[in-house]
């Protein structure tokens, strides 16, 4: 997980947002909670409340909230 993707949560703990699908055909952002086992200058290495092949915010998280519906764009 890149570093840029990580935010504080409560009482130590660490949160990504991944993005999931809602029952319209839409997409939202929800909150997860992880735990760092290791951190380079670049990359987390996590585990928790995430699955390989979840979709996750990478960067901007200081700029989401949890329960916000997104789009998804490639790069």
């Known amino acids: 997980m890149p ?10 703990t660490w ?3 991944a993005i999931v ?4 055909g839409g997409q939202f ?6 735990q760092v086992h290791y951190a380079d200058e670049q990359k987390a ?3 928790g409340a995430i699955n ?3 979709r996750v ?5 200081h700029r989401i909230v949890s329960g ?8």
């Open 68 to 75: 916000q519906h997104v789009d998804l764009v490639q790069e």
């Open 3 to 12: 570093l840029t993707g990580l935010t504080d949560g409560l009482r130590g």
């Open 21 to 24: 699908p809602d029952a319209e």
């Open 52 to 54: 390989d092949g979840d």
């Open 29 to 34: 952002v929800s909150r997860r909670s992880i």
């Open 15 to 17: 949160n990504i947002y």
């Open 45 to 47: 290495y996590v585990s």
């Open 57 to 61: 915010v990478a960067d901007g998280v």
